[in-house]
C-alpha cells in the first residue's frame, strides 16, 4: 500500500471512530450539580465520558467506600503472589450487563481478576421517604403491588411467603394450615416496607435517599447488605428496585454516553465485541 494512502487510510479510521464517541464537558457537568461540593467523578470510557455526582450525606459509608475503591485506596491481594496491592479497581473493567432501555451495569467481582474486597457494607436506605410504608403489598382489589413484579405463584412464594414463614418459624404445612388466617390478615395489611424488612433489609431514619430514576447511579447486589464495587446507572425510571439498592449519585453530563452503552444488550455470561470499556474513574474536583 502506497505511503500516503496508508496514511490517509490511518486518519480516517481515528476521525470516524473518533466521531462514534460522545463527548461531556466537566463545566457543564459541575454547572449542573446539585451542590458543589459533593464529589464530582468522571466516569472515562470508550464510548464517552460520564460525570457522575455523589451523595456522601444520603449514603456516606458506601460513597466513601466507591471513591476509596476507584483511587485505589483499598488493599487487596496479588492473586499471583499474596502481596498486598491497591488497585484502581474499576479502571480496565467492561460494563459486562446491559438492558436496553433499563440500565447499565459494571463493576461486578466475578470480572474483576482481585475478586471481593473483604467487607461488604450495609444499605443505606431510608423506605419512609421512598413511601414504602404507605404502599400495600395487595390492593383493595385483591392484586400484588405491581412494584413486586410478582407474575406467578413461584414469584410470591419466594418473595413474600417463605420469608415471612421463616420469621414465624412455621415449617410444616400442618402448621401453614393451622395459621392460615393468621398468614392471609397479615399479607394483606403488609406494607412493601414490612415485606422487604421480612426478606432481610434493614432500613435507616437518618439519611434522606431518593428513587432509582432516569441517571441515579446505585449499588447492586446479591441481597440485603452485600453492597461491594458492582453499580448500575438507570436509564430509565426502575421504580421497582427502590427500597432493595442503597443509591450513591447522579450522572450530570454524558448521559447520552450512558444511552449509547444502553443500546446494545449484554449477557454477563456471554462475551460480547459491544462491551464498553472503562479506562479510568477519578474524582475531578
Known amino acids: 500500500m502506497h505511503k500516503l494512502?496508508?496514511?490517509?487510510?490511518i486518519f480516517f479510521f481515528l476521525f470516524s471512530s473518533r466521531s462514534c464517541l460522545v463527548f461531556a464537558d466537566q463545566d457543564t457537568a459541575a454547572s449542573n450539580m446539585e451542590n458543589t461540593s459533593n464529589p464530582l467523578v468522571l466516569l472515562s470510557t470508550?464510548?464517552?465520558?460520564?460525570?457522575?455526582e455523589l451523595f456522601p450525606s444520603e449514603a456516606p459509608k458506601n460513597v466513601e467506600?466507591?471513591?476509596?475503591?476507584?483511587?485505589?485506596?483499598?488493599?487487596?491481594?496479588?492473586?499471583?503472589?499474596?502481596?498486598?496491592?491497591?488497585?484502581?479497581?474499576?479502571d480496565g473493567m467492561q460494563f459486562h450487563r446491559v438492558i436496553p432501555e433499563n440500565f447499565i451495569q459494571v463493576g461486578s467481582p466475578l470480572f474483576n481478576p482481585l475478586g471481593y474486597p473483604e467487607q461488604l457494607l450495609d444499605d443505606?436506605?431510608?423506605?419512609?421517604?421512598?413511601?414504602?410504608?404507605?404502599?400495600?403489598?395487595?390492593?383493595?382489589?385483591?392484586?400484588?403491588?405491581?412494584?413486586l413484579n410478582i407474575e406467578h405463584k413461584t414469584d410470591f412464594q419466594q418473595e413474600i411467603l417463605n420469608p415471612i414463614l421463616e420469621n414465624l418459624r412455621i415449617t410444616t404445612e400442618e402448621q401453614i394450615i393451622e395459621r392460615q388466617y393468621e398468614l392471609y390478615r397479615l399479607i394483606n395489611e403488609l406494607s412493601l416496607?414490612?415485606?422487604?424488612?421480612?426478606?432481610?433489609?434493614?432500613?435507616?431514619?437518618?439519611?434522606?435517599?431518593?428513587?432509582?430514576?432516569?441517571?441515579?447511579?446505585?449499588?447492586?447486589?446479591?441481597?440485603?447488605?452485600?453492597?461491594?464495587?458492582?453499580?448500575?446507572i438507570a436509564i430509565q425510571d426502575l421504580n421497582w428496585l427502590n427500597g432493595k439498592h442503597t443509591v450513591i449519585g447522579k450522572v450530570?453530563?454524558?448521559?447520552n454516553?450512558?444511552?449509547?452503552?444502553?443500546?446494545?444488550?449484554?449477557?454477563?455470561?456471554?462475551?460480547?465485541?459491544?462491551?464498553?470499556?472503562?479506562?479510568?474513574?477519578r474524582q475531578v474536583n
Open 257 to 281: 454516553t450512558v444511552d449509547t452503552i444502553g443500546r446494545s444488550a449484554i449477557d454477563p455470561l456471554m462475551s460480547s465485541q459491544f462491551s464498553t470499556l472503562i479506562y479510568s474513574v
Open 124 to 147: 443505606e436506605i431510608n423506605a419512609d421517604l421512598l413511601g414504602l410504608n404507605q404502599k400495600s403489598v395487595i390492593d383493595e382489589l385483591g392484586n400484588f403491588n405491581t412494584l
Open 5 to 9: 494512502t496508508l496514511i490517509c487510510f
Open 193 to 232: 416496607k414490612e415485606a422487604y424488612e421480612y426478606q432481610g433489609y434493614q432500613y435507616q431514619d437518618n439519611f434522606a435517599t431518593r428513587e432509582i430514576t432516569r441517571s441515579i447511579v446505585a449499588l447492586a447486589n446479591t441481597g440485603p447488605n452485600t453492597n461491594g464495587p458492582e453499580f448500575f
Open 65 to 90: 467506600n466507591f471513591l476509596a475503591l476507584a483511587h485505589g485506596e483499598k488493599e487487596f491481594k496479588n492473586p499471583n503472589s499474596g502481596k498486598p496491592i491497591f488497585p484502581r479497581y474499576f
Open 252 to 255: 450530570v453530563e454524558g448521559m
Open 46 to 52: 470508550s464510548s464517552g465520558d460520564i460525570y457522575i
